[in-house]
């Protein structure tokens, strides 16, 4: 059992910055591939980034389009979602999930631990 608590959430300005980060309690952390979904109000769950176990690969949603990048430190059982030049329409609770295969996987399925999100707020 892995359990996984994001934090770094809160209120933005269009264009500014946050990031999130996402600890994980095993200490097995390098095994499992990371990564990071939003949910938007009345939307359904869609990948944002997630990263493969080492940090050496990652593969992103097209909207991200370079203004969010995915990270890990596997010392620290910890992934990262820098998120810069937000805009409205990335409001939305931000979940981290973790899967017990060494790739990246966009599909939400595959991930078999998920937290309990953080809420991210872009104002206009």
């Known amino acids: 059992q892995v359990q996984l608590v994001e934090s770094g959430g809160g209120l933005v300005q269009a264009g500014g910055s946050l990031r999130l980060s996402c600890v994980a309690s095993r200490r097995t952390f390098s095994w499992y591939a990371m990564g990071w979904f939003r949910q938007a109000p009345g939307k359904e769950r869609e990948f944002v980034v997630a990263i493969n176990w080492s940090g050496g690969s990652t593969t992103s949603a097209d909207f991200v389009k370079g203004r969010f990048t995915i990270s890990r430190d596997n010392d620290k059982n910890t992934v990262y979602l820098e998120m810069n030049s937000l805009k409205p329409e990335d409001t939305a609770v931000y979940y981290c999930?973790?899967?017990?295969?060494?790739?990246?996987?966009?599909?939400?399925?595959?991930?078999?631990?998920w937290g309990q999100g953080t809420q991210v707020t872009v104002s206009s």
């Open positions: 999930a973790a899967r017990r295969r060494i790739g990246a996987n966009p599909a939400g399925e595959t991930y078999d631990y």
